[in-house]
């Protein structure tokens, strides 16, 4: 049985993905991940795709909610 991953959308943040999960680019590229990584959701990380918590400098707002 494989592990859960989970998908943690923070408020104001980054996407927080934990678990065994493999993240590969449009062109079949693999980024090297830990068990424990964040994706950017502002846009603006100079390493995108992961967060370089740059959305604090920003002041970046987003806080969805599952209905």
């Known amino acids: 049985m494989s592990e859960k991953v989970v998908i943690k959308v923070n408020d104001n943040g980054s996407l927080r993905i934990t678990g065994d999960v493999e ?3 449009a062109e079949g590229n693999v980024f090297e991940t ?22 604090r400098k920003i002041d970046f707002e987003s806080a969805p909610r599952a209905e």
């Open 23 to 25: 993240l590969i680019d």
């Open 34 to 55: 830990k068990k424990s990584f964040s994706l950017c959701r502002c846009g603006h990380s100079a390493k995108k795709p992961f967060c370089d918590g740059t959305h």
